[in-house]
T-cell receptor
């Protein structure tokens, strides 16, 4: 399936590195999301973009910086991360472009991030 | 109390058996409910929405109990391929709140 793609699939970085995660959706959706998934914990919503505007930022540390240049692409820029930031980062998209979206979310395969 | 709670499992179930698990939620005003499935090292995928009247999709039945504030998922005639983690998702204050998931292992 190629509805939502993410690159890279795996990333190992040091605490002083700068890296970016990329997400692309080919579904014509209006909303895109970044989630963090740690082992045995619920998915944590980080950011929501609707029609390229950020509509949700759930108290995420500034070392995570999202960018949405258009409705098909979403980036997560990483800078001076901590080891506890190691997790699976999932991108998702949904049709609805409004904040109160309860549409089906389609996920990418995720980027497994390890911070040394 | 967590907004959405699930028994983490694992539930070890023989192939062909029926298995059910619940998910409790704290916001009585929640209106939308979903079950997602997540295979090991894969992304979550929608399994089914949960309607007030309950709904069935093949071997899977989802039900909502508003009085007790829980949703349930029943799997009949379980297959080896049903092994996965099942995530409960509840709408609360216009956001989707995810449970941590229930791990199901179907054994031959």
């Amino acid at each position: 399936e190629t509805g939502v793609t993410q690159t890279p699939r795996h990333l190992v970085m040091g605490m002083t590195n700068k890296k970016s995660l990329k997400c692309e959706q080919h579904l014509g959706h209006n909303a895109m999301y970044w989630y963090k998934q740690s082992a045995k914990k619920p998915l944590e919503l980080m950011f929501v973009y609707s029609l390229e505007e950020r509509v949700e930022n759930n108290s995420v540390p500034s070392r995570f910086s999202p960018e949405c240049p258009n409705s098909s692409h979403l980036f997560l820029h990483l800078h001076t991360l901590q080891p506890e930031d190691s997790a699976l980062y999932l991108c998702a998209s949904s049709q609805d472009g409004v904040r109160a979206s309860t549409d089906t979310q389609y996920f990418g395969p995720g980027t497994r991030l390890t911070v040394l | 109390r967590k907004e959405v709670e699930q028994d983490p499992g694992p539930f070890n179930v023989p192939e062909g058996a029926t298995v059910a698990f619940n998910c409790t939620y704290s916001n009585s005003a929640s209106q939308s409910f979903f079950w997602y499935r997540q295979d090991c090292r894969k992304e979550p995928k929608l399994l089914m929405s949960v309607y007030s009247s309950g709904n069935e999709d093949g071997r899977f039945t989802a039900q909502l109990n508003r009085a007790s504030q829980y949703i349930s998922l029943l799997i009949r005639d379980s297959k080896l391929s049903d092994s996965a983690t099942y995530l409960c998702v509840v709408e609360s204050n216009y956001q989707l709140i995810w449970g941590a998931g229930t791990k199901l292992i179907i054994k031959p």
